[in-house]
């Protein structure tokens, strides 16, 4: 995914359709009047929600060719037992995991791992404070739109046809208000304003349990005392791998997901030149768009909005599928956030600097056969 300051156009149904694709969309009508974050999700240590943008299928075996058990919407959420390797080579694909479930086996790709962990809500704002910053660390929690009409094209198509506006496992949002809601619950005001990251002004209240505040040491730099020339980051689009190194040594290596074809992912050396705690990342035209709120721990290093992010919506690491972003799994984009020169902090968000003092430099290669 790449950032684009541009606003997309109106989506229309052919856009729709794209955007459930990448996970925004889901088809349950939303209860505005609950805001209960316990939504009946399974009681087991790791979770998998099905993050396709619409139909998932669950087989009999791991394995492509496998009977057909049952098909499930977007967003059901599985227990995740465990992870295995395919019994038959699929290959059509490079990734051959898949996860056991109590109900049969889901291709890995498909579900998002997720765990439901509601946290202990707190009843105001810390004093002397604008707000904070929140990750959810439950499945997918709903929101309420507080100042309709909506204005990111997305929620709009979503408000007006009766779709939930959901917020997902790992995602990270500005809390700036809190209140009792009609149910009864601790509720938080999530503020989508250009202030905290790129966002349209959209406004929403959600259950307090499902948010976990963000605190400073969880964004402490790693490494503050290197020099910053002897930091790189190496991405092989052959590989779809990402390596940090200090020096000649390799201090931390991810799988990653990058772009390819019309979407591929530059090549060449480059610098980080912004970072933000969480962006709100859209483009979008007839053939292809996309309108994503909450995309956390971005570090931009090519100028047309190439980032390294957080993602929530597929598990393809490994795999070319991205708009030319480097996708990678929170834990690693947040490694990668703090690691990266310069640092940027809980009140200093958002932060785009200009030349190459002080920043990271960024080589991404692809071996041609």
């Not at 997305?154 to 208000?177: C, T």
């Not at 509720?187 to 209240?205: C, I, L, P, Q």
């Not at 948010?211 to 779809?240: C, V, W």
Request: charged share 20%.
């Amino acid at each position: 995914m790449k950032f684009n300051s541009k606003k997309p156009n109106p989506i229309s149904r052919r856009d729709f359709l794209k955007l459930s694709s990448i996970g925004l969309i889901s088809l349950p009508l939303i209860n505005k009047n609950s805001f209960n974050p316990a939504q009946e999700f399974p009681d087991y240590e790791t979770l998998g929600r099905n993050c396709t943008g619409g139909i998932a299928l669950v087989r009999s075996r791991p394995d492509v060719n496998s009977p057909v058990i049952k098909e499930v919407y977007e967003d059901t959420v599985f227990p995740w037992i465990r992870e295995i390797s395919a019994e038959n080579p699929d290959l059509n694909h490079f990734i051959q995991r898949w996860v056991e479930t109590p109900e049969g086996y889901v291709y890995s790709p498909t579900l998002q791992p997720v765990k439901n962990l509601p946290n202990s809500v707190i009843n105001s704002i810390p004093e002397g404070k604008a707000g904070f910053w929140a990750e959810v660390t439950i499945p997918y929690v709903d929101l309420y739109l507080d100042n309709p009409p909506a204005r990111s094209p997305a929620i709009k198509h979503l408000a007006e046809n009766g779709f939930p506006i959901r917020l997902y496992y790992s995602q990270v949002m500005w809390i700036d208000q809190i209140r009792v809601g009609s149910s009864g619950n601790v509720v938080y005001r999530v503020n989508e304003n250009e202030k905290h990251g790129y966002g349209y002004g959209d406004v929403f209240w959600a259950a307090g349990e499902a948010f976990r505040p963000i605190l400073d040491e969880e964004i402490t730099p790693i490494s503050p005392e290197l020099d910053p020339a002897e930091k790189t980051i190496r991405i092989s689009l052959t590989y779809q791998t990402l390596s940090c190194f200090e020096g000649d040594k390799e201090v931390y290596f991810c799988r990653v997901t990058t772009g390819g074809g019309e979407f591929a992912t530059p090549t060449g050396e480059f610098v980080t030149w912004r970072k933000s705690i969480s962006i709100h990342m859209a483009a979008g035209t007839v053939d292809a768009g996309y309108d994503t709120p909450g995309v956390s721990w971005s570090t931009f290093f090519v100028g047309t909005g190439v980032a390294i992010h957080s993602t929530f919506w597929h598990n393809q690491f490994g795999e070319k599928r991205s708009h030319g972003c480097v996708n990678c799994k929170p834990d690693d984009a947040r490694w990668i956030f703090r690691w990266t020169n310069p640092s940027v902090s809980l009140v200093e968000s958002d932060v785009t600097w200009s030349g190459m003092q002080g920043s990271t430099r960024v080589i991404v290669e692809e071996r041609l056969y």
